[in-house]
């Protein structure tokens, strides 16, 4: 927007917004009627006002002080704009486009809390703000801009145009002006598409298109950058009737999956859209990738589209098989397994909630934890955390980019030493309370509802200023961020407050709604798809034109990912971070609580009947993480007497179901130990159709050997404790023998009683449960010798006269022929 139109928006026209005028900028006092963290209605109902409340205040000092410009500096109160003075300043002016897109990007929280008259309003506000629409001389980026601007305005276009919602706008004279911007700044975007490849560019002027276009800006985009459009754009397509904005953003979507996907099934994350150079062949599940996959999935809900579908379940199958550890997805080698970058980003804190939304919870329930014991112990989520142990010799301690260890010899973070945290920042991203929001809804375990109790808390006290939300600079030393970015109003709080409103129409719609990535609620009707199939048009000859050309020239693309045909690699000590040689540990250990149970704060309720958090009664590696990544989980000073969130004493008194119903025992969580087995993985990487293997009832059968697939071997001996936390004895090794039927080499070793035995834990990223089998297909193995191509990797392999598969002339405890 122009500067003069800056100026000229009044403190009269402010006040002809009373709702907006009149937000009560504190925190109300309410009083309590329940027992704090039961969890009642009636308590949940006091902590989503309160959330509502911290909303109501940060948007109105936004609007006091921030608005017309981006946004709102919490500490100093002054405006934060975009970069004007230096356009080379990409980090600040990708998002702040001079849109005052706070305002915009909060326009659905507001409509999710139900406020119709202050949505109205400040829709209004939006109205009066843009009269030319999105004339505006900024370059911005197209991925910031599409999922904060253009989501925000298709999303509350359908709250205002849906009977159904309670914050609809028809008997208020709504007109559509939101659809009009959301189709203006859509036709600003677009261009960024007429490449001859069809893959978009980064970024584009708002007014001058690409007459100040600059080569060196436009030569990368991310994979997310490039893939995500296709979801707000295809609503756009819907909502107007002009397919060309969902034809030329699935076109770009599926292209990347078709000619850039390596054999491990993974797609690098930047390359050149022109020449398509290959920028990175790390990935991953976290920034410049992380909606690409988020996409595949929602885009097949929302759009009921089978094809995307397909897409997500081969994508989320082969991160399970090269990028999923037992904590966390790594960044691996498009090309292999092995990984590449030793830490995790925050932006991956939001596929927990992804893994929900496709029915894994489970494990989702599993990555969710690391994510909670990064805010116990640093109070919010590092924008980067290393979670490679250095192996090293502590010299001195450097807080101010996070905890330097200088060596007197090279750890394990290379260069002389490791940073636990090389991005110390949290700017109160939403991607944390995203997924617990989900998983709440999923398993409605109160412990979700304690980590929002707590991110209220933190809300209230730790990061609420003066005119607003500061996020942290660093966690280490506490230095604050001096801003408030849009997705603190527009995602953040809204996660937050959805996660106590039980009522909220959203979690009760019978519609296909599903979250934009910025939060945006987003479905389709059966009329919105009925009218598009019956008069959608595309009539852009420009676009026709260009997407026929790329089409065309996309039949002779060549996959510059070329097939390998490698045998086998055995690695007894796996990447950074992927698996662990434990050392001996004692045989049991105790969670690092005890509470007694108050026989009278319940009355007749404490009996063993009374409901309680299946994570702490039952997960017995809730405590796992914390001693697995000791040496890099470390809190600083300012947060000695922070109490991790699942041992807040309140809610631990409560919710821990109690020993054998003893009403007077003290509460004991017994933890699982540590493994002291060793393990390896085994990487077959042979040309053929991914074997999609048959899992049923804890027992895994492959049929092709054929094929590419990651197996975690468990190595064991009498006196181990196994990865089941269970003591190794010596009753299996009684009858296991070494008699390889296949080659006689291992006679020479035959023994009734082997020092060692193998067990294979996980295939493609699924752990095998305790008891469960895998069955390989016996005609396949004695197959692989008559195949040049199998021959010198099974090789390696036999079985023994009970049919359980050998390696090395050592039997698999629970790998069997049949």
């Not at 122009?2 to 925190?27: D, G, M, S």
């Not at 109160?77 to 300043?89: A, V, Y």
Request: net charge negative.
């Amino acid at each position: 927007m122009h500067l003069q139109i800056y100026r000229h928006i009044t403190a009269a026209l402010l006040a002809t917004l009373p709702i907006i005028a009149t937000i009560v900028p504190l925190i109300s006092c309410r009083p309590t009627s329940y027992d704090a963290f039961s969890f009642t209605r009636s308590e949940l109902n006091t902590y989503k006002e309160e959330v509502r409340d911290l909303f109501q205040f940060g948007l109105s000092k936004y609007l006091e002080v921030g608005y017309p410009y981006d946004e709102v500096r919490p500490i100093s109160c002054e405006p934060k704009t975009r970069n004007f003075n230096d356009l080379t300043d990409l980090p600040t002016n990708d998002v702040l486009g001079n849109f005052t897109a706070t305002l915009i990007d909060s326009l659905t929280t507001v409509a999710v809390m139900g406020d119709k008259n202050q949505f109205y309003n400040l829709v209004e506000l939006v109205r009066v703000t843009f009269p030319n629409k999105f004339e505006i001389d900024a370059t911005v980026q197209v991925f910031e801009t599409t999922i904060r601007i253009l989501g925000s305005l298709i999303s509350s276009h359908l709250y205002a145009t849906d009977a159904r919602k309670s914050c609809n706008l028809l008997d208020m004279g709504y007109d559509g002006i939101l659809l009009d911007l959301a189709k203006d700044i859509g036709e600003r975007l677009l261009p960024v598409y007429l490449t001859e490849s069809g893959l978009p560019v980064s970024r584009i002027n708002l007014k001058a298109g690409f007459e100040r276009y600059s080569r060196l800006q436009m030569n990368e985009n991310n994979l997310a950058g490039m893939a995500t459009p296709m979801l707000e754009f295809g609503m756009l397509s819907l909502l107007t009737g002009d397919r060309k904005y969902m034809e030329v953003t699935r076109f770009t979507f599926d292209r990347l999956w078709k000619q850039f996907r390596a054999r491990t099934g993974l797609l690098p994350v930047s390359l050149d859209p022109h020449d398509f150079t290959i920028y990175s062949f790390a990935t991953g599940v976290g920034a410049s990738a992380d909606s690409f996959y988020e996409y595949a999935l929602k885009g097949a809900i929302l759009f009921d589209d089978e094809e995307l579908m397909n897409i997500w379940e081969e994508s989320y199958k082969s991160l399970n098989a090269n990028s999923k550890l037992d904590w966390f997805y790594g960044n691996v080698n498009t090309m292999g397994v092995n990984q590449v970058l030793p830490w995790i980003d925050s932006l991956s804190a939001f596929f927990p909630g992804l893994q929900v939304l496709a029915g894994d919870v489970d494990d989702s329930m599993m990555k969710h934890l690391l994510f909670l014991k990064q805010w116990d112990y640093f109070g919010g989520i590092p924008e980067r955390w290393e979670f490679e142990k250095p192996m090293v010799n502590i010299v001195n301690r450097d807080v101010r980019g996070g905890f330097r260890k200088e060596t007197k010899e090279q750890g394990s973070g290379g260069g002389g030493g490791g940073v636990v945290l090389p991005l110390p920042w949290y700017p109160l991203r939403p991607e944390f309370i995203e997924s617990t929001y989900y998983l709440y809804r999923a398993t409605k375990d109160p412990f979700y509802l304690n980590i929002g109790y707590r991110i209220l808390q933190d809300f209230k006290y730790r990061f609420k200023f003066s005119c607003g939300f500061a996020g942290i600079e660093n966690l280490l030393t506490d230095q604050r961020q001096d801003r408030m970015e849009t997705f603190v109003l527009s995602e953040t709080l809204k996660y937050l407050y959805l996660l106590f409103d039980e009522d909220n129409e959203i979690n009760h719609s019978r519609d296909n709604v599903i979250f934009s990535t910025e939060a945006h609620p987003m479905w389709v009707t059966p009329q919105m798809r009925h009218d598009y199939e019956k008069n959608g048009f595309f009539n852009d000859d420009k676009y026709c034109r260009n997407l026929q050309k790329c089409k065309k020239s996309f039949e002779t693309i060549v996959n510059p990912f070329k097939s390998r045909n490698e045998i086998m690699r055995q690695t007894p000590r796996a990447a950074a971070g992927s698996i662990d040689i434990w050392p001996k540990l004692e045989n049991k250990r105790i969670c690092p609580v005890k509470f007694v149970w108050s026989d009278n704060k319940f009355g007749e309720q404490n009996d063993i009947s009374l409901p309680y958090s299946d994570i702490l009664t039952n997960y017995n590696r809730l405590f796992e993480i914390d001693y697995r990544y000791s040496d890099v989980l470390i809190k600083p000073p300012h947060l000695i007497n922070y109490t991790s969130i699942e041992l807040e004493s309140g809610f631990y008194e409560i919710w821990a179901k109690k020993n054998n119903g003893d009403n007077n025992a003290n509460m004991k969580n017994i933890c699982k130990p540590k493994p002291t087995s060793e393990s390896f993985e085994i990487l077959f990487d042979i040309d053929g159709p991914y074997d999609f293997f048959k899992f049923e009832n804890g027992d895994v059968h492959c049929n092709s050997l054929k094929t590419r697939r990651k197996w975690r071997v468990e190595k064991i001996h009498v006196g181990d404790y196994d990865v089941f936390g269970r003591i190794v004895n010596s009753t299996q090794f009684v009858n296991a023998n070494r008699q390889d039927l296949t080659d006689k080499m291992c006679d020479q070793y035959l023994s009734r009683c082997p020092s060692t035995l193998y067990r294979l834990s996980v295939i493609d990223g699924y752990s095998i449960p305790e008891g469960g089998r895998v069955t390989i297909d016996r005609s396949q193995l004695m197959a692989a010798n008559n195949d040049p191509e199998l021959r010198n990797v099974y090789a390696q392999f036999g079985y023994n006269t009970d049919n359980q598969l050998l390696l090395h002339c050592i039997p698999f405890t629970n790998v069997y022929l049949i």
